[in-house]
């Protein structure tokens, strides 16, 4: 089984920065895509950021320019850096990890989910 585990939620002010940080037991070279989805009350789970296993990253439009992810491939952990943050930026973000080997593996997974509160 993989494990996905975040953490560096919090609460924050309008225009500070926080760093999440996904771990996953599994080599990050055996992911295809890992990604930052979010989802707050009333509201779809949505995909924020994602980094390829070649290093490319994609961003939701309303956060480009603000937040970054990155990847550590000798900790099997990729980060969410959020600058400027907004009040609608609150939610729960979750981490998905893309796994395609192992075969007896193959699937995505989710972490626990990490709170994220912005307070204007």
């Known amino acids: 089984q993989v494990q996905v585990v975040e953490s560096g939620g919090g609460l924050v002010q309008a225009g500070g920065s926080l760093r999440l940080s996904c771990a996953t037991s599994i080599r990050i070279f055996s992911i295809n895509i890992m990604g930052w989805y979010r989802q707050a009350p009333g509201n779809q789970r949505e995909l924020v950021a994602s980094i390829t296993s070649g290093g490319s990253p994609d961003y939701k439009d309303s956060v480009k320019g603000r937040f970054t992810i990155s990847r550590d491939n000798a900790k099997n952990t990729v980060y969410l850096q959020m600058n400027s943050l907004k009040p609608e930026d609150t939610a729960v973000y979750y981490c998905?990890?893309?796994?395609?080997?192992?075969?007896?593996?193959?699937?995505?997974?989710w972490g626990q989910g990490t709170q994220v509160t912005v307070s204007s």
């Open positions: 998905n990890v893309n796994v395609v080997v192992p075969s007896y593996l193959r699937g995505d997974y």
